[in-house]
């Protein structure tokens, strides 16, 4: 029996609607779960409502925060945020709105450049989620503009890529703050891709920062003995997840497939317990 406390739906750039996405989980043997879309809370009342068939599985609720350093883009996850704050919701909506135009902002500069692509159809491949970036990198890959998904980050939608429009600032540290403020554990994720981790660990957690993802996705054995180290050091929780976005997105780890054992989760439930938030 596994957790996987880091997943994606149809709320934001996930391909599973939150009640496919419990379903798949429970059967690949997965019984403590978090879905973790990005600025969205809305996807959970349906997770929830889904994990409730089953008896033996409970479902954290969560989100992922998107923040900017100097240094490069750090995701912040949210567990057991309060999803009723009002306060919380309007400023997830602001983030929205923000992709949104910043999708359209990065179609129009593909259009620009000469390729072959709407907004309608960006509109039509994200469905009923938020856009970003991935629904854009979709369709050049399957209109043959560009190699893969990859090459589409690589060649025009990364930070340096000529298509690619900034996210409006938020800073880690008041990512942090937020999830706080609204009851919720902030972890650290995809600790790999933050640059100058060792150098900006301590600032984030004065911030309040409770956990690191260590067992993520495919991180190899000495990237995690080299994560759980930092836990240790910074009095931190080691959690883990897959980051799965659904079938088919063949580079990432699949559901479940991050080597997140039960106790993982079960430790998250316990620091909830204790904070008493
Ligand atoms: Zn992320
Ligand atoms: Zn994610």
Redesign the pocket.
Known sequence: MKSDL?L?STVSDGLLTPTELVDKAFEAGIRIMSL?DHDSTDGLAEAITTAGKYNDLILIPGV?LSTDTKNGEI?ILGYFIDMESEDLQKTLESFREDRLYRAKSMVNKLIRLGYKITWEEVLKVAGSGSVGRPHIAEILAETGQVASIKAAFDELLGRNGPAYTERRKMDPETAIELIVQHSGIPVL?HPREVNNLDEILPSLVSSGLKGMETYYGHYSTEERTRFQQLCDNHTLLATGGS?YHGPDRAAECDLGDSKTNLQVGKLLLKMHDELKI
């Open positions: 880091h994606h973790t992922e995701h994720a980051d």
